[in-house]
């Protein structure tokens, strides 16, 4: 069973509903209706049933209204019937895709592909009915209609049928169900739910459609003058009104009208308020719409008068404006919403805050730095402008000189001598910037042993060591640093003797250190030295080397430790 609900009409009138059907010997049937208005058993109504009476006594009566002039009628239910489209089915089932139904509607012609799941695809529909309603009304009709003479008809929904009649349609009798009594309703009434009539199932529960206050547990209906549609209230906090008696005792009904019901606050901070009257702390932030304060840090505000403090900073990063100290870190959008006067805003997005010019406080420019030097305009900090440090501009460093980086996304201030920051050889008095590729922030370098580097060009003796900014130029002998092979001269970089020593070249001599016997001059082979720090070392295996084995003796025998 289902109940449509409206779904305002697109400008070009197509709409398919595919459905798959799934076969399999002794599985059973099984198939998915793909339709515009939600599932079987929802909320809203696509029904059946004329405009020929309100069906229930729940519909007979209307509600009066304070100031209304009289009572307002509850007018007779719309045809909201699935039967005025007519559908004539194929049967069998949905056993291949549907062929499509079209209508010539004006202005635009309208398809329907639907397939109902106990009688097949839809080949047939009432046009005039169908283009005088919504698509979605009629798809979701047309792919779920089932005639019913009684609610054992429709499982575990109720059979809704016109007064006088012996057939109706299936609903699923939930909270906004098509209906015209209250036994079409598995629990609760069935009541006008909208402006024109339309009949559906509500549960009198807080939130409710309801039409009088004996359609709600609460005993309370919330009906805006001029409707017959309102909704159930119990009067708590955020709960619907229309004046302060539809509230809990103390709270008031804020920004009641005839078209719009307002809303109950207890007038606690940060409850709605639309006067000073409305709060318990006697202050109302906001125009229209506004929010209990007592001025606390951290309370909505609108200006600095709004808070104990004195100021009022404007967090655009979400929580508007807020009562602050204006200390250093404080949001802030302007000079004064800050005790030092200064407010730097970030345009990378991180948000603005009060800055009090110290070393490492946020800033915009220089002027706002006791130093006198601020790293970026973007999202700086307070700088000494000293090399080294970031910067953006010349302006940011002593020197007059920022190696800046598009790459690096930011430079250092640099007066070109050996180790300061370049981008380019310009930048060095050496005349040679070590970065690690073209554009990159790097380091000056006179390209002698010790000096920086990024890649072995950068040195005179063609080798690099080392990693990122701790690279030196290195001379790839025996004994030298390394990290890999290609760092020393014989292509050997082996660990150190002893623990936590660096990684050093290796010749592969007599005495020399090794990890395997490939890194030994053959014949040596590489074994452990006799002394517990000495590491592995290269031997010839003749009496009185190293060894662990026999194998690292030649024409001797390894006692455990020595050759003899």
């Known amino acids: 069973m289902h109940e449509c609900s409206g779904v305002k009409r697109a400008s070009v009138r197509t709409f398919q509903i595919m459905t798959r059907l799934r076969l399999a010997a002794g599985l059973g049937f099984l198939g998915l209706v793909l339709v515009a208005c939600g599932s079987s058993g929802s909320g809203s109504s696509a029904a059946g049933g004329g405009s020929s009476g309100v069906g229930g006594a729940s519909q007979g009566g209307a509600p009066s209204h304070a100031g209304s002039g009289g009572a307002l009628t509850i007018p007779p239910p719309p045809d909201d019937s699935c039967a005025k489209f007519a559908p004539v089915y194929a049967g069998q089932g ?20 639907s397939c109902h799941p106990a009688q097949g695809c839809v080949t047939q529909v009432d046009c005039a009915a169908a283009c005088a309603a919504d698509l979605g009304e009629v798809v979701s009709c047309i792919s779920d209609f089932t005639v019913c003479a009684s609610d054992g008809d429709c499982g575990p929904g109720r059979c809704v049928k016109e007064l006088g009649q012996s057939q109706g349609e299936c609903a699923s009798g939930k909270s906004g169900a098509r209906c015209r009594l209250d036994e079409n309703c598995l629990v609760g ?13 509500s549960s009198g529960d807080d939130g409710s459609v309801c039409n009088r206050a004996s359609d709600c547990g609460s ?4 009906l805006s003058t001029g409707s017959f549609v309102g909704r159930c209230s119990l009067g708590g906090p955020g709960a619907p009104c229309a004046s302060v008696s539809d509230c809990a005792t103390g709270s008031h009904c804020i920004n009641a009208n005839e078209y719009e019901p307002g809303t109950c606050s207890p007038g606690a901070i940060g409850d709605l308020c639309a006067s000073t009257a409305d709060c318990k702390s006697g202050h109302c932030v906001g125009t229209g719409t506004g929010k209990c304060s007592s001025g606390e840090l951290g309370q909505a505000c609108e200006a600095a008068t ?3 403090s004195g100021y009022c900073g404007n967090d655009w990063a979400g929580s508007g404006k807020v009562c602050t100290n204006g200390l250093s870190g404080d949001p802030c959008q302007e000079d004064v919403e800050c005790k030092s006067g200064k407010c730097a805003h970030d345009s990378a997005g991180a948000g603005s805050s009060c800055t009090d010019g110290n070393l490492g406080d946020r800033c915009n420019d220089a002027t706002q730095c006791v130093s006198g030097f601020c790293s970026d305009s973007r999202s700086g900090v307070c700088t000494t402008g000293a090399v080294g440090v970031a910067c953006g501009v010349a302006a940011d460093c002593k020197s007059g000189e920022c190696a800046y980086s598009s790459s690096y996304g930011g430079g250092k201030c640099s007066d070109g001598a050996l180790g300061s920051a370049c981008v380019k050889d310009a930048d060095c008095k050496t005349s040679h910037c070590a970065a690690a590729a073209t554009g ?15 890649n072995n060009p950068d040195c005179a003796s063609g080798f690099c060591v080392g990693m990122s900014d701790a690279a030196q130029c290195g001379d790839g002998k025996n004994g030298s640093l390394c990290l890999e092979a290609t760092d020393c ?13 660096p990684m050093q070249c290796s010749g592969g001599a007599i005495g020399d250190l090794c990890d395997v016997d490939a890194d030994c001059v053959a014949p040596h082979n590489c074994v ?18 190293p060894c662990e084995t026999n194998s690292d003796c030649v024409g001797t025998t390894c006692n455990g430790s020595t050759c003899i």
């Open 440 to 454: 990159a922030l790097g380091r000056c370098t006179d390209q002698a042993l010790g000096s920086p580097c990024a």
């Open 306 to 308: 709004d808070c104990a």
């Open 219 to 222: 005993g309370h209906c919330v």
């Open 489 to 501: 001269a014989s292509g050997h970089c082996v660990d150190g003797p002893g623990f936590q020593v």
């Open 94 to 113: 949905c056993t291949s895709v549907c062929a499509a139904v079209s209508c010539q509607c004006d202005p635009f012609p309208a398809s329907y592909v």
């Open 528 to 545: 452990n030295g006799p002394g517990f720090q000495d590491g592995n070392i290269c031997t010839l295996g003749k009496s009185g080397d």
């Open 189 to 201: 009434k069935c009541l006008a739910i909208d402006s024109s009539g339309r009949r559906g199932c």
